[in-house]
């Protein structure tokens, strides 16, 4: 059902940008069509139940909140580091949050996503502006009229 309102938000958006004679009512289209692919997006990666690759059993997705039983230290009280030079986590950590992690992918598409709809927001209303100090209208019918 989430996915389906994320394709009808995209269809409305499609449909403002193809039927709507306005500039700025055409880039409010697009935008809104951008903003429905970051919510699919997102959507797509988050998992509302893992399951554990090792035991089967499905287990709620979590953020993994690490405290001090988590990491392990040797007989000295200090981190134990790896070769990469990175702390080495307890079983106990890779057994409760690894399975049930959420997909990191997603969001940095998304993250990416927002960026670069910023940076083609910004071109299509400096056009719109252009366009409306020379022509003096937003009507893509009137400018295509003018023919100057």
Do not use: W
């Not at 697009?30 to 903003?35: D, H, L, Q, R």
């Not at 200090?78 to 702390?87: A, L, M």
């Not at 949050?97 to 959420?102: E, G, H, L, Y």
């Not at 071109?123 to 252009?130: A, D, Q, T, V």
């Amino acid at each position: 059902m989430p996915y389906a309102l994320c394709f009808l938000l995209f269809m409305l958006g499609l449909y403002c940008a193809v039927v709507k004679k306005n500039m700025v009512k055409i880039v409010i289209g697009i935008m809104v069509m951008e903003y429905a692919v970051n919510l699919f997006l997102i959507m797509l990666g988050y998992l509302p139940v893992a399951v554990n690759p090792v035991t089967g059993e499905e287990i709620p997705s979590k953020a993994p909140i690490v405290s001090r039983e988590h990491i392990v230290v040797d007989e000295n009280g200090q981190t134990v580091v790896d070769e990469n030079g990175q702390i080495r986590m307890s079983e106990k950590f890779h057994e409760e949050f690894v399975p049930a992690s959420v997909d990191p992918l997603p969001q940095a598409l998304v993250l990416t996503s927002i960026v670069i709809s910023l940076g083609s927001l910004a071109l299509m209303i400096s056009i719109c502006i252009r366009v409306y100090e020379k022509y003096g209208t937003f009507d893509i019918t009137q400018i295509r009229r003018l023919k100057g």
